[in-house]
């Protein structure tokens, strides 16, 4: 960005926006260089405006979320990283409810803001007994970001429970997209190029008495024994190839416990990278290369990366 284009930026977002962030504090990897501009978007209008106006002048920007599948290159990112926030980072309301023949709730819809964390969702769906989202817990994400990416656990996946999203196009338009009209796929979300989810409508099913939070009990304890939630990562970094796991190839290949610098193939999944302190994105990347190398070479797999890679 140029003078007059960050000046246009402050005279937009007002004090809502920083410049030359370092991307490190905004990623679960601790890893990253500095962003250009760092915006919190509070509102939707406002949002919309700010949207339309880096489209106009051709101004990269990227929704961060909490930062859970992102990889910051050292060198920084161009253009804006934006955070959803206030308006944009509350449960809504709870939208309908639907009754069986014995009067007993069995079917219910919510509505969120995208910038919502995981956490925060599921805890709001236990206290009401909302279940079908459950296999979620642990994942250090927001709402926005999961349904972006398809996100998903335990042979479960977000996208079957979304009913509708609300998304801000380049343009600066609101439009809303039906369930139906989604094309999921494995850790993926077909929307148009430039376009920002800001709500969703989810479909749940009311349970009994504590069914909800034992169920997030469980994935829970299931994450911490088999994941190394001790130091930062950004989860999983490769996806699965059909019918076998990145994590098993990875470790078949001898590569657990494979450091560069601070970053390290963990020990307790191969398919995480974690930063074991003062990790460089370099050193992910690096490693990632390796595992993605030694795998291709010695069983014709090829790896492909879930982390998405930024910056320069």
């Known amino acids: 960005m140029d003078k007059r284009q960050e000046e246009q930026l402050v005279s937009l977002a007002g004090e809502d926006v920083r410049f030359d962030c370092p991307m490190a504090r905004y990623t679960t990897f601790g890893i990253g260089g500095p962003v250009e501009a760092l915006y919190t978007a509070k509102s939707t209008k406002l949002l919309q405006q700010v949207i339309a106006y880096l489209n106009k002048e051709q ?64 805890t709001y769906c236990r206290e009401l007994r909302l279940g079908g989202m459950e296999f979620l817990a642990g994942i250090p994400g927001t709402i926005g970001g999961a349904i972006t990416m398809n996100a998903g656990a335990f042979g479960k996946e977000i996208g079957s429970s979304v009913e509708e999203i ?6 600066g338009e609101v439009v809303v997209i039906d369930g139906s009209q989604l094309r999921f796929s494995y850790r993926a979300l077909e929307i148009e190029k430039g376009e920002l989810i800001i709500r969703a409508r989810f479909r749940m099913v ?89 795998v291709k070479r010695e069983t014709g797999i090829e790896l492909e990366p879930e982390i998405k890679i930024v910056g320069r």
């Open 59 to 122: 101004i990269d920007y990227i929704v961060v979320g909490r930062g859970s599948n992102l990889l910051v290159r050292d060198g920084g990112l161009e253009g804006v990283a934006i955070l959803l926030a206030g308006s944009l980072a509350v449960i809504e309301k709870q939208t309908k409810c639907l009754y069986a023949a014995n009067e007993q709730a069995v079917d219910s819809t919510i509505f969120t803001g995208a910038g919502v964390s995981i956490a925060d969702l599921l």
């Open 166 to 171: 609300h998304v801000i196009t380049p343009q």
């Open 206 to 294: 009311r349970e009994a008495e504590g069914v909800v939070a034992e169920r997030i009990k469980k994935y829970l304890k299931i994450r911490k024994e088999t994941q190394p939630l001790e130091y930062p990562s950004a989860g999983s970094v490769f996806k699965n190839p059909p019918n076998d796991y990145a994590g098993r190839l990875i470790e078949k290949s001898g590569l657990k416990g494979e450091r560069i610098g601070g970053a390290m193939i963990s020990e307790k999944h191969a398919n995480y990278i974690v930063n074991t302190g003062g990790a460089s994105a370099k050193d992910v990347l690096a490693l990632l290369c390796m595992a993605r190398d030694t």
